[in-house]
Structure formats: structure tokens, C-alpha cells
């Protein structure tokens, strides 16, 4: 299974960009890179996935090196309200049917005034 | 897209007892996961349904087992509860496809006492 590894914590000033990288060198050809984000005791909200181009939604943009090994999902005017947990899963395949998501820890972001 | 329900949102059980956890798919979506969550760590698979049948499992006994029906709802059954079973459980529905996104729903908080 692919691994992920995320920063435990980072903060970001209301206004600003928040960058939240993820390493996942062990990542094959096949596999997806998902973004989930986690507001305390909820579900996990999906936000974007990607490949190997580059994807822009009305959440956030994710950034995917050539190389596949990390990428970064960027919210470009964080509020408060994007405080969360975020998750990088691999989306793994298996029976043709789609895959599990592995969960790690996640990164918990503070949006401050 | 959202739509995702889970019942009950909190139960309490003591150990050695059996609890049935309830979800109902978003409409389209034939295809249920289900996930457990401990408090501070990220969801963990537990297995997946589609057309009726189990056909992926996590590192989880025997005594975790499910259901899913015709108008793709399911269910969740743990027998002989254990303390450490105590968790956020999480059910996450899609339509059948190797790159459909998860929706999840909002979870069902169980303590076991």
C-alpha cells in the first residue's frame, strides 16, 4: 500500500493561502492522489483528486510533481471555517471495483484571525 | 454531491453486546464502504459492499460484518463489543467505477461501556 506523510499541524492567517504539502514516494502509475478534509466529529468531506496533471476545483488547486512523489493541495483565501484536519490518501485499486482509502494522521490546520 | 445518512448519530452499548449501524447510500451510488475511526486517528477501512456482496475487507475479525440491500442501504454488525470498539464509524457511498469518488456520511458515534 502507498504510504502518505503529512506535517501534523500548520497555521494559516485568515486571507492567505494555505499550502499543505504530501509526500507519497512510493506511489504507482495507477494510483490517485485524494484530498479529504475532516471538521471535528464530522464525515470526511471530499475537496479534489488528481493523477499526474494538475486540477482546480471551486475548493482548492492541487499540485502534482512530474515525478508523482508529493504534491500540495492549496486553498488560495483560507477562512476560518477551513479549519480541519486534511488527509492525502493513494486510492488504491483492487478487484476493478475501485479501492479502499488508507487514512494516515493527516495534517490539522488552524485558519487564525 | 452529498446525501449520505447514517442512524443513529450516538449509541451507547456495553461489552459483550451487538449493535446494528445503519446507512443509506446517496441515490446512484451502489457501492458502500465502511470505515472506524478511534478519537485522534484517521478512518480505517473496515470492508466494502457492492451488488450485495463483500468483496474487500480491512484487518478486521469476523465479528465486524455487514449488509447491504437491494436499494443499496446497509448495515454494520459488530457482536461481542469490546471497549476498544468504541468509535466514530464512518459508511462512504459511490457509484460502481475504479475512479468514482466517496462520499461519506456523517458518522455514528458508539461508546462501549
Known amino acids: 500500500d502507498a504510504k502518505t506523510t503529512q506535517p501534523p499541524s500548520m497555521d494559516c492567517a485568515e486571507g492567505r493561502a494555505a499550502n499543505l504539502p504530501c509526500n507519497h514516494s512510493?506511489?504507482?502509475?495507477?494510483?490517485?492522489v485524494y484530498w479529504y478534509r475532516q471538521i471535528h466529529s464530522q464525515g470526511p468531506q471530499y475537496i479534489i483528486h488528481g493523477l499526474k496533471n494538475n486540477e482546480t476545483n471551486e475548493m482548492a488547486s492541487l499540485i502534482i510533481t512530474e515525478d508523482r512523489k508529493s504534491s500540495t493541495l492549496i486553498l488560495p483565501h483560507a477562512t476560518l471555517r477551513d479549519t480541519a484536519v486534511y488527509y492525502c490518501?493513494?486510492?488504491?485499486?483492487?478487484?476493478?471495483?475501485?479501492?479502499?482509502?488508507?487514512f494516515g494522521q493527516g495534517t490539522e490546520l488552524s485558519v487564525k484571525p | 454531491e452529498t446525501g449520505v445518512t447514517q442512524s443513529p448519530t450516538h449509541l451507547i452499548k456495553t461489552r459483550g453486546q451487538q449493535v446494528t449501524l445503519r446507512c443509506s447510500s446517496q441515490?446512484?451510488?451502489?457501492?458502500v464502504s465502511w470505515y472506524q475511526q478511534a478519537l485522534g486517528q484517521g478512518p480505517q477501512f473496515i470492508f466494502q459492499y457492492y451488488r450485495e456482496e463483500e468483496n474487500g475487507r480491512g484487518n478486521f475479525p469476523p465479528r465486524f460484518s455487514g449488509l447491504q440491500f437491494p436499494n443499496y442501504s446497509s448495515e454494520l454488525n459488530v457482536n461481542a463489543l469490546e471497549l476498544d470498539d468504541s468509535a466514530l464509524y464512518l459508511c462512504a457511498s459511490r457509484r460502481q467505477g475504479s475512479t468514482d469518488t466517496q462520499y461519506f456520511g456523517p458518522g455514528t458515534r458508539l461508546t462501549v461501556l
Open positions: 490518501i493513494v486510492r488504491l485499486l483492487f478487484y476493478n471495483q475501485g479501492g479502499k482509502l488508507i
Open positions: 512510493t506511489i504507482s502509475g495507477n494510483e490517485y
Open positions: 441515490s446512484g451510488h451502489n457501492t
